[in-house]
């Protein structure tokens, strides 16, 4: 069985600065993709990045950074000079080859950008 | 490019009725699934569909949910007798194959069961 977990429920990060919300895993699989989501206040989940178990290196997207560390089983996503429109709840997921295409989701952290 | 397309996107309904969500693919994606969202809570599967075969119904509750893809094209999910529980936002997603394809999700639909 897989598990997210998200141990941060909210945070505030002030406008321009990198703000890191942590992701741990858990999963017997070798193969497996990691994904982060964000979910502003209007409910639709947009997908941020995508990292998979086998990638060498940590996935980046524009402001969007994946700090993998397979052997701690962690996958925080960092966000570098935030900004007031990255005001959002920030989901974690997973999905592994017995689980193939179900997301599985972690609870989610409430992040608020301030000016 | 068009996304995801869900409707509606909010309903009130009183328990033991029933309600129907409809959702709309990217085009070409063979993919499709259906999520529940409780308040609070990240979304949970309840069914995924390869093209208009089920994958994966596991979390489905069979009892009052049913969910139907009849051309491998748009999806309906209906419940009937909704209970007040089934109060949540529906979230429908789609990818090109499925496996660890990136699912992209519709604007949801916030059902709340009176």
């Known amino acids: 069985a897989q598990k997210i977990t998200q141990t941060q429920p909210g945070m505030f990060v002030q406008e321009k600065e990198a703000v890191t919300l942590d992701c741990t895993y858990d999963t017997s699989d070798p193969s497996y993709g990691l994904f982060w989501y964000k979910q502003p206040s209007s409910g639709e989940m947009i997908f941020l990045i995508y990292?998979?178990?086998?990638?060498?290196q940590n996935a980046t997207e524009g402001r969007y950074s994946l700090n993998f560390q397979k052997a701690r089983k962690s996958a925080n996503l960092v966000i570098s000079a935030s900004q007031l429109g990255d005001s959002a709840m920030y989901f974690c997921a997973m999905t592994g080859t017995d689980s193939w295409g179900k997301l599985q989701f972690g609870a989610g952290t409430q992040v608020v950008v301030t000016p | 490019e068009a996304g995801v397309a869900q409707s509606p996107r909010y309903k009130i309904i009183e328990k033991r009725q029933s309600v129907a969500f409809w959702c709309n693919p990217i085009s070409g994606h063979a993919t499709l699934y259906w999520y529940q969202q409780i308040l609070g809570q990240g979304p949970k599967l309840l069914i995924q569909?390869?093209?208009?075969?089920?994958?994966?119904d596991s979390q489905l509750p069979k009892d009052r949910f049913s969910a139907e893809r009849l051309k491998g094209v748009d999806s309906t999910l209906k419940i009937q007798p909704a209970k007040l529980e089934d109060s949540a936002v529906y979230l429908c997603?789609?990818?090109?194959?499925?496996?660890?394809?990136?699912?992209?999700f519709g604007p949801g639909t916030r059902l709340t069961v009176l």
């Open positions: 990292q998979g178990s086998y990638d060498q």
């Open positions: 997603a789609s990818s090109t194959r499925g496996g660890r394809d990136t699912q992209y």
């Open positions: 569909f390869q093209n208009n075969g089920v994958v994966d």
